[in-house]
């Protein structure tokens, strides 16, 4: 017997309850997935973020991590906004979407204050903008020594995306798994998108890649279990070797001019996509 005609077998066997369940699962992710695609090509997103979809993959990568319309989900420095774009619009109707950004008040006076006060207004004028995508957005500051994310136990989501490295350069990456591991519901999902080194780095490594076996011990380290690996943002194209680092490449581009097209040919970095459950 083929494996579906087992499948089928067992629910009918199990009555028109089960079969009903099933088939109103079924239904709810089908749903939320034309729900996922109809954002995703929504007209408001910045032209200059959908073209770097083929790289960054959101359909595929927030289907990997789990994402759900009614889930209160908190992406961790936002930057300027790009998932931003996706999340709270489709989060708007049933869930809650919370941009962690760094509170610049908790940073020394200099020019790491001035660059997240830059940031913060930058993502608040946005958001203020577009009240239609972003009224429901909620904004938590977050101090770098002592983060916090929101209540105990008050997330189904946490996303990261190419985060991590900065925060082992500045001694702050156990603090962050800590972090949240705290905000996150028992059974919450981590969802970790980063720079792929060819093995282990320094925390001082400064070309902008990390291990993917040093991301693992963070997060489990913190008491997260890791649930899942995709290559879904893998890119075996990137040697990983450039005089400027992971921002030697697209976007960044920070090279010598005359060799644009050998690193638009190269494309975006290699990325990990990690799927962390907390238990």
Known sequence: ????????????ALGAPALAQAQDAATVATDAAASLDKV????????ANVARDGYRHPAET???????PD???????????????????YLRGHGQYVAAIVDPAAVAQGSGRDY???????????????????????????????????????????LTFRNVHNWRSAGQAEGMFKGFFDVLKSGGVLGVVEHRAKRDVPADDNSGYVGEAQ??????????????KSEINANPR??????????????????????????????????????????
């Open 40 to 47: 995703i090509k929504g007209d408001w997103r910045t032209p």
């Open 238 to 279: 990137d040697t990983k070797d450039h005089p400027n680092g992971v921002w030697t490449l697209p976007p960044s581009n920070n090279h010598d001019p005359k060799d644009a097209e050998k690193y638009k040919a190269i494309g975006e970095s290699d990325r990990m996509t990690l799927r962390f459950v907390k238990p």
């Open 62 to 68: 927030l289907s990997f991590f789990r994402l759900q």
């Open 215 to 228: 991301v693992i011990a963070l997060a489990e380290a913190a008491g997260f279990r890791l649930d899942g």
């Open 71 to 89: 889930q209160t989900v908190v992406e961790i420095t936002p930057g300027g906004g790009w998932y931003s774009e996706i999340l709270a619009p």
């Open 116 to 158: 997240q006060q830059r940031s913060k207004d930058g993502l608040e004028k946005k958001f203020a903008a577009s009240p239609a995508l972003y009224d429901k957005t909620r904004v938590v500051a977050y101090s770098p020594s002592a983060p916090v994310f929101g209540a105990p136990a008050s997330a189904d989501l946490v």
């Open 1 to 12: 017997m083929k494996p579906h005609s087992i499948c089928l077998a067992v629910l009918l």
